[in-house]
Every structure is written in C-alpha cells, then in structure tokens.
Nanobody, 127 residues
C-alpha cells in the first residue's frame, strides 16, 4: 500500500487547512486510517483516526473540537480538516493505514498498530 499525503503549507493562526491522503495498491476500504504529526525535537503524536467504514472516529486531545477526519472509500482517500489552527500545530503530518480496520480508543493512538505510512506533509502555522 502506498500513501500520499498532500495539502500542507503555510497558514496563519486561526485559519484552516484540509489535508488529504490518497492510497493505492491495497484494499483501502478495509483499512483503518490515522493521522499523526511530528514537530521538530518531539515524538510522533496521534492526531485523528477513523475505522474502515468511517463510522468511528477518534481525536487527540490537542486537536479535539477543532478537527474532523473523514474518508471517501470510492476515492481511496482520507481527509483531515483542521480549523482554528495554532502555532503549536506546526509539524509534519503523516497518514497511516492499519490493515485491521476496526479501531478502539487504545489501538488507534498506537503508531505501532499501523502497517503503512505516507511520506508526510509539512504544515506551518504562523502567529
């Protein structure tokens, strides 16, 4: 499975951004998907996750109430809409696929649960 993240860039604080992650080479509709981010000098952090059908979503505390994860299985794409962005949202954002499509609050945040990773897209939020 190949994952291609896009949509990163420079945004002002308070602004919005939508990231996309296109998958190829696998059965996208069977995978759970996650978004993680990594800021310089920090560990990779869970941002959001979604199960195979889109019926179950999970969010990290740092983006809860400001973000929405969604998926379009017909387009093999998962999205992350981020609003009211803050300078501390600055990071490289990665999408990842878990071949076990069911998510729980415990598994979705664990980066070791994911089998495939995209290359990352840089998001910079200016103050």
């Amino acid at each position: 499975v190949q994952l291609q993240a896009s949509g990163g860039g420079l945004v002002q604080a308070g602004g919005s951004l939508r990231l996309s992650c296109a998958a190829s080479g696998g059965i996208f509709s069977s995978y759970a998907m996650g978004w993680f981010r990594q800021a310089p000098g920090k560990e990779r952090e869970f941002v959001a996750g979604i199960n195979w059908s889109g019926g179950s979503t999970h969010y990290g505390d740092s983006v809860k109430d400001r973000s929405t994860i969604s998926r379009d299985n017909a387009k093999n794409t998962v999205y992350l809409q981020m609003n009211t962005m803050k300078p501390e949202d600055t990071a490289v954002y990665y999408c990842a696929a878990d071949s076990y499509g069911v998510t729980t609050d415990e598994t979705v945040v664990n980066l070791h649960e994911y089998d495939f990773w995209g290359q990352g897209t840089l998001v910079t939020v200016s103050s």
